[in-house]
C-alpha cells in the first residue's frame, strides 16, 4: 500500500493533483559508477527527496565491484548530486538521504556476493523500515541482464514476502532485433513477472510527452480532426546536434534507428496515434498503444520511403566539427547510420492514408524533438491564388525540448485594405505558462517504479512490436551497403528530402 500523508478532512483522497508519496521501500542499482547513475540517477533521487516524495526510511544501495566504504559511496554520491541535481542543495535533505544509503562491493556472477546483498537488504528492512520493497535499477549493458537477474533468483532477492514487492528496472536498449528482444523478455519474466518489469524510455518521463495525452483527451477542440479526414501527414524529428564523441564505440553496430527510433519515436506515435482510453490507468493506457502498434508497418517500397546517413565534417554553428569516420573508435568501414528516417503507416480507420513520418540525427541543424501535425489544405480557396500563394497548410506542433510548448500555425489576414493571408503561429510555452518547473524524466519515472504506476513503462508486447515494424527496415539497409554522406550542421542527406519529395511533402525546419 502507497504510503498516504496524515488525514485531512479537507484533503481528497481522489484528487490527482496532489502528489502520491512513495511508500517504505529502497532501491538497489547495478552499475552505479556508471555515467547514466552518476549523471541522471542519483541527481533524481536526491531530487524526490528534496520535494518530499520519498519516504523517511528510503534506502539506496549501490553495487558495484569497487572497494568502497559507506562514506566512499556517500562522498561519490554528493559530487553526483551537486553537479547534476535540479533543485538545490540543502544539508538537512542530503543528511537524511545519507543516512540510508550502503555500498556492496561484488561482481555480478559470484554468488557470495549477492548473498551478502541479500543479508544487507534484510538488516535495511529491519533498520530502516523499508518493509521489504526493493527496486532492482539495472544500469548495466543487457549483455549483463542474464547474470544479474539469474543471481536475484539464486539468491531469493528477487522473490518478495508477505505483502512486501520486488521490481526490476531496465534502461534501454531492448535488444537489438524482435529475436533478441524475445530472448530478453524471456530472461527478464522468468525471475520477475511482467507487472513486477519496468522498461525505462525516458522520454515518456518528459512533460511536454505527457501532455498528449492531456491536449487530445482533455479538449474538445483537437479531437474532431485528429483523424485521415483533416491530417495530411504526421513528422516526428528527434535531432541533435553533437556528435558521437566518446561513444563511438558503443554506437558503432546499434546506429539511430536502433537508438532512438525503435523506442522513442515508435512510443511518441503511438501515443499521437492511439485512441482515447476509457481511463489513463496503466492497462488501459498501454493496451490501446498497442492497437497501434499492431496496426503500424513501414511504407514500401523501402528504397524510396527510407533514408539514412553518416555525417561529415562540418560546421555546428561557428564551430567546425569532424566528421564520423575520423571519431575516436570508430570503424571507418562501418555502415551504422547517425541519420535515420522512415515512413509508417497505420491500417486503421482513423488514420488509414495518412503518413508518419519518422527522423532522427545526430550532428543536425539544431538539438529539437517535436511532433507535427500537419492538416490538409481547405477543399475551396474563396480568396484566390493571390492572396494565398505562400500561406502552408494548418499544423500543431508539439515540442518537446527544448522549448517545451505547442504551437499552432493557421492563417491570417495581414492588416490593410488589401486581402492577403500569411502564415501565423500561436505559440504556448510551459516556461511562460506555468511557474513550476518541470520535473526531470527519471524523477517522475523512478518514483512511478516506486508507486507502482506503469502508465509510462513499455510492455514486452510494446517492446516486440516496435521491433517487428523496423525489423524489415534495417534488415533492407543491411543489403544497401554505405550510408548516404551529409554535411555536419544540416538537416540530414539529400535522400531524406527525396523521400519527403516524392509524395509532394517537405520537413520542416524547426
Not at 516526428?236 to 558503443?250: F, H, N, P, V
Not at 535515420?340 to 480507420?349: D, F, V
Not at 504506476?453 to 510492455?459: I, K, N, R, V
Request: hydrophobic share 40%.
Amino acid at each position: 500500500m502507497d504510503y498516504q500523508p496524515p488525514s485531512n478532512p479537507l484533503r481528497d483522497p481522489h484528487d490527482k493533483r496532489l502528489p502520491r508519496i512513495a511508500g517504505p521501500s529502497g532501491m538497489v542499482i547495478f552499475g552505479v559508477t556508471g555515467d547514466l547513475a552518476r549523471k541522471k540517477l542519483l541527481p533524481a533521487v536526491y531530487d524526490l527527496a528534496h520535494r518530499g516524495l520519498l519516504p523517511a526510511g528510503f534506502s539506496l544501495v549501490g553495487y558495484g565491484r569497487r572497494d568502497w566504504s559507506k562514506q566512499d559511496f556517500e562522498e561519490y554520491v554528493r559530487t553526483a548530486v551537486k553537479d547534476g541535481a535540479r533543485t538545490s542543495f540543502r544539508d538537512n535533505v542530503w543528511e537524511r538521504l545519507a543516512e540510508g544509503m550502503e555500498f556492496v562491493t561484488g561482481n555480478l556472477d559470484v554468488d557470495e556476493d549477492f548473498d551478502h546483498l541479500r543479508d544487507t537488504l534484510r538488516n535495511i528492512d529491519s533498520s530502516r523500515g523499508t518493509a521489504g520493497n526493493w527496486a532492482f535499477y539495472l544500469s548495466v549493458p543487457p549483455a549483463l541482464f542474464t547474470d544479474v537477474c539469474h543471481q536475484l533468483d539464486r539468491s531469493g532477492l528477487a522473490e518478495a514476502e508477505g505483502d512486501s514487492w520486488r521490481r526490476v528496472i531496465i534502461e534501454k536498449p531492448f535488444g537489438h532485433d524482435l529475436e533478441s528482444a524475445k530472448e530478453l523478455n524471456e530472461i527478464v519474466n522468468s525471475v520477475f513477472p511482467e507487472n513486477a518489469v519496468f522498461r525505462i524510455d525516458h522520454y515518456l518521463g518528459k512533460e511536454t510527452v505527457q501532455n498528449i495525452m492531456a491536449l487530445r483527451f482533455a479538449n474538445q477542440l483537437f479531437e474532431p480532426f485528429w483523424n485521415a479526414q483533416f491530417i495530411d501527414h504526421v513528422q516526428i524529428t528527434m535531432a541533435e546536434d553533437i556528435g558521437l564523441g566518446g561513444r563511438a564505440g558503443y554506437y558503432d553496430g546499434i546506429g539511430a534507428a536502433r537508438d532512438v527510433i525503435q523506442n522513442h519515436l515508435l512510443q511518441l506515435l503511438a501515443l499521437v496515434a492511439m485512441d482515447e482510453p476509457r481511463t489513463i490507468s496503466p492497462d488501459e493506457l498501454q493496451a490501446e498503444k498497442v492497437k497501434v502498434l499492431r496496426a503500424a508497418k513501414p511504407v514500401y517500397p523501402l528504397g524510396k520511403t527510407t533514408a539514412r546517413g553518416q555525417y561529415t565534417a562540418g560546421w555546428q554553428g561557428s564551430k567546425k566539427v569532424i566528421g564520423l569516420r575520423d571519431e575516436e573508435g570508430f570503424d571507418p568501414d562501418s555502415n551504422t547510420e547517425t541519420f535515420a528516417a522512415c515512413t509508417i503507416e497505420i491500417e486503421n480507420r482513423r488514420w488509414a492514408g495518412v503518413p508518419f513520418y519518422l527522423r532522427t540525427g545526430k550532428r543536425l541543424g539544431r538539438r529539437v524533438t517535436e511532433i507535427a501535425v500537419v492538416l490538409k489544405n481547405v477543399p475551396h480557396n474563396p480568396f484566390g491564388d493571390s492572396t494565398v500563394g505562400t500561406l502552408g497548410p494548418n499544423a500543431v506542433v508539439i515540442r518537446v525540448q527544448p522549448d517545451e510548448g505547442v504551437l499552432m500555425r493557421f492563417g491570417s489576414k495581414v492588416p490593410g485594405s488589401a486581402m492577403e493571408v500569411r502564415d501565423v503561429n500561436m505559440d504556448f510555452s510551459y516556461r511562460e505558462a506555468f511557474t513550476e518547473e518541470s520535473p526531470e524524466a527519471y524523477e517522475r519515472l523512478i518514483l512511478d517504479a516506486l508507486l507502482d504506476e506503469a502508465s509510462l513503462f513499455p510492455t514486452n508486447e510494446e517492446v516486440e512490436l516496435s521491433w517487428k515494424i523496423l525489423d524489415p527496415i534495417l534488415e533492407f539497409w543491411a543489403q544497401r551497403g554505405q550510408p548516404d554522406d551529409y554535411r555536419a550542421g544540416t538537416w540530414g542527406p539529400a535522400s531524406a528530402n527525396t523521400m519527403m519529395e516524392r509524395d509532394g511533402r517537405h520537413w520542416r525546419r524547426p
